[in-house]
């Protein structure tokens, strides 16, 4: 099976591309390198170093290369940026997407994977959230990648493109090879190991005055792994579909420091400061549907484990890819 593959050279898009790779299937990376990172590219893939706005050239090569699916991870991620940039989000998270949807389409390719988020939910009222929870928003990020949803939704319905819109919650980990390598890292594991490597003096919880038990976030953190195998079984799913990934519990802020403390050994120093604009408070995914009807297991359930993946990748790169 032939996969086409956005944001390869990104932390969760090479560690599918690795998890594919080691399934037999052919994998095309297509990457433009701006924030992903060449050394995260699996040599096994072909690579297309390209940018998804140059709309024919996009169109070309999909078409040139017959694929059975596209798996589009490539995009802006970050909630603050988002806020401050909103043009950004939109031009790449949406723009550029339907670029992809309209190559998808032109090549003919049966099944679009879709990188989307349990931002697209804002601040839901009731947690665990199920892929039929209202959403709305509360960053442009959220909303770029709500807005492509729809998108996908009405493609299947006139092109009947299949689509599978994959709302990751908190993605974290790393896989033997591929980790998390952002400049700057602005996430909360790789923030709070860079204090235990001695890279930071201190590290910053934002907030701690929501209405939650320790007065900090609530997040679902899944691990790369487990999101990767979401995504080859979605290629295998009947009919289009949204799901919600995550493991199904939720830790706050100063449990995943907590945690992290006990992983490295290190005391981790931490200083509570102001609220980030634009974090709801709480959220938990609901993945009975993942389970049911893709048959997917995560296998990471431990925020303790998770760490662990990243502390361990952190000993072959203490300095993420940069040489
Ligand atoms: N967070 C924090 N300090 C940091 C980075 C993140 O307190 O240096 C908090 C953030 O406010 C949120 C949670 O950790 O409540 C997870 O944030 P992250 O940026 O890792 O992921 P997001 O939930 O924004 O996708």
Redesign the pocket.
């Known amino acids: 099976m032939r996969v086409f593959l956005t944001g390869g050279a990104g932390y969760i898009g090479s560690a599918c591309a690795e998890y594919l790779l080691d399934r037999g299937y052919e994998v095309t990376v297509f990457d433009d390198l701006i924030t992903g990172h060449i050394e995260a590219v699996d040599p096994r893939a072909k690579f297309i170093k390209a940018n998804l706005s140059d709309r024919e050239n996009l169109i070309k090569v999909v078409k040139e290369g017959k694929y059975d699916a596209v798996m589009h991870f490539a995009a802006f991620s970050l909630?603050g940026e988002s806020m401050k940039n909103p043009s950004k989000y939109f031009n790449n998270n949406l723009a550029n997407a339907i670029n992809l949807a309209d190559a998808a389409v032109a090549g003919e390719v049966k099944t679009f994977v879709f990188s989307s988020t349990a931002?697209t939910f804002g601040e839901p009222k009731e947690v665990p959230i199920k892929e039929d929870a209202p959403q709305h928003p509360i960053n442009p990020y959220g909303e770029s990648k709500l807005c492509f949803e729809k998108v996908l939704n009405w493609y299947s319905r006139i092109y009947g493109l299949k689509y599978a819109a994959l709302r990751y919650f908190?993605a974290a980990g790393a896989t033997g090879k591929y980790g998390e390598d952002h400049n700057p890292e602005?996430?909360?594991?790789p923030?709070l190991l860079q204090v235990a490597q001695g890279k930071r003096e201190k590290?910053?919880?934002?907030?701690d005055d929501y209405d939650t038990p320790d007065g900090?976030?609530i997040?679902d953190y899944i691990h790369i792994l487990d999101l990767a195998q979401a995504h080859e079984k979605a290629l295998f799913a009947p009919k289009s579909g949204h799901y919600n990934l995550g493991t199904g519990s939720g830790l706050s802020?100063k449990q995943i420091l907590d945690t992290a403390r006990k992983v490295t050994g290190h005391p981790i120093p931490a200083e509570v400061v102001p609220r980030?604009p634009g974090?709801p408070p709480r959220?938990i995914a609901c993945s009975d549907r993942a389970r049911q009807e893709l048959g997917w297991e995560p296998k990471f359930e431990d925020a303790g484990a998770i760490i662990e993946s990243v502390w361990k990748w952190l000993e072959t790169h203490p300095n993420g890819y940069s040489k």
Do not use: M, P, S
């Open positions: 909630v931002a908190n602005t996430h909360l594991i923030i590290a910053l919880l934002f907030g900090t976030c997040r802020v980030r974090d959220l």
